[in-house]
């Protein structure tokens, strides 16, 4: 039996890739730097079991130091690197679809850091087409903070809450009760029609609940995305009568490609849940692709380091449980599609490198380097599962 697992640690970058100046993020180190704020507050990034499997000698060959609290120098368990990303960008679809064998070879269009953000013409059309009062927001913002700035007079008007980030990108926010879950929907495939001419990767619906000042986004976000390319990595398993099994937002973030089965969960811990079962039923030629995203949405892009931590070492005491649920000849990579340093400026994404920790049952432990490009990962899970290779990237194993 061969099966293939990709545990993606949204946003767990390993410190800033050699071109990170350009990107403002020269000295950026999403895991070092968390491990080393910890340790001011007087606590230790204790994540014993993937320190085990070569974390911390990941990140010493990503970044030339070893994360605070991180003791073990060899003996590991895993075959441990760090990749640095192809493509142009440092946002979702691009460290997705890189990971998968498509690097993004273009540049995707953004929006820029004013008041407004959106062009006129833009917002102008969406909102004749969806017949709303208007629109609050319009800025590069983080989306807790302004759905909890702008709620109470979304509710009150029914005006769309709308923003943007660092990554190609329009969020669109609306109360699932007052305004309707599928109301917000349809509004978000307009949009996406009409973002097309400005190269935008991603029209993102927000849905919310709660009332004065007090919300909650929940889980039945959607992401309205391009298609990639070229064929992917889960192209390639699906086509070869291989089970694809999408966990969180990977359908969404691949346009439905190359998906067989689509689980959501409204958070890290659900979307573990998810991974057992799935551990449990997948058979023979599967490909698992999970992405743990509240590392980044609900603690890279807030900047809050201690919430962070906490989530990692959470994940990290469960993965015992994942493992004992492995059989022989399986596969697992625990990687990352960017980063997004808690104590960076801003509130973006980081360019840095990010894990390629590859594990299972008969996997041998060594050192892996630094990979020029996060396609590796890919073409390796797409040998190990008798695939056709992928058009970009080199076998690790």
């Not at 800033?16 to 180190?29: C, E, H, L, R, S």
């Not at 946002?91 to 990971?99: A, K, N």
């Not at 273009?106 to 009062?133: H, I, M």
């Not at 058009?391 to 194993?397: E, K, R, W, Y």
Request: glycine fraction near 12%; proline fraction near 5%; hydrophobic fraction near 40%.
């Amino acid at each position: 039996m061969s099966r293939a697992f990709i545990l993606l640690l949204d946003s767990f970058g390993l410190g800033a890739t050699p071109d990170a100046a350009k990107y403002g993020d020269a000295g950026a180190n999403t895991l070092g730097h968390i491990a080393s704020t910890v340790a001011k507050s007087g606590k230790t990034l204790k994540l014993p079991v993937m320190e085990s499997l070569g974390l911390g000698a990941a990140a010493h060959l990503a970044s030339g130091e070893w994360p605070v609290g991180f003791d073990q120098r060899d003996g590991f368990t895993g075959a441990y690197g760090a990749a640095r990303e192809r493509s142009t960008g440092k946002d979702t679809q691009s460290g997705h679809w890189e990971i998968a064998g498509v690097p993004v070879e273009f540049d995707w269009g953004y929006f820029p850091r004013t008041t407004p953000s959106f062009p006129a013409d833009l917002t102008g059309k969406l909102q004749a087409l969806a017949g709303v009062p208007g629109f609050l927001g319009d800025c590069h913002a983080s989306g807790t903070d302004i759905i909890n700035k702008h709620g109470d007079e979304h509710v009150a008007t029914g005006k769309l809450i709308i923003y943007t980030s660092g990554d190609s990108v329009m969020q669109i926010a609306a109360h699932e009760e007052s305004f309707g879950l599928e109301r917000l929907y349809a509004v978000c495939e307009m949009a996406f029609k009409l973002v097309e001419p400005y190269n935008i990767g991603r029209v993102i619906a927000r849905p919310f609940k709660g009332s004065n000042g007090n919300y909650t986004r929940t889980s039945n976000r959607h992401d309205y995305a391009v298609a990639p390319p070229a064929p992917t990595l889960l192209d390639h398993v699906k086509n070869a009568g291989g089970e694809v099994v999408g966990l969180g937002k990977i359908s969404d973030i691949f346009a439905t490609q190359g998906i067989s089965r689509v689980v959501k969960g409204v958070d890290n811990m659900a979307l573990f849940e998810a991974l057992l079962t799935t551990a449990d039923e997948v058979q023979d030629k599967s490909l698992t692709f999970v992405n743990f995203v509240d590392f980044d949405q609900a603690f890279g892009h807030r900047r809050n380091v201690e919430g962070y931590a906490d989530a990692l070492r959470e994940m990290d005491a469960r993965l015992p449980e994942f493992i004992a649920r492995l059989k022989e000849g399986d596969l697992v990579v625990i990687t990352a599609d960017h980063g997004c340093d808690p104590t960076w400026h801003g509130s973006d994404h980081t360019r840095e490198h990010i894990p390629m920790i590859f594990f299972g049952p008969g996997v041998p432990a060594r050192s892996l380097g630094i990979s020029e490009t996060f396609s590796d990962i890919g073409q390796t899970l797409a040998k190990h599962l008798g695939v056709p290779p992928l058009a970009n990237g080199s076998s690790l194993l």
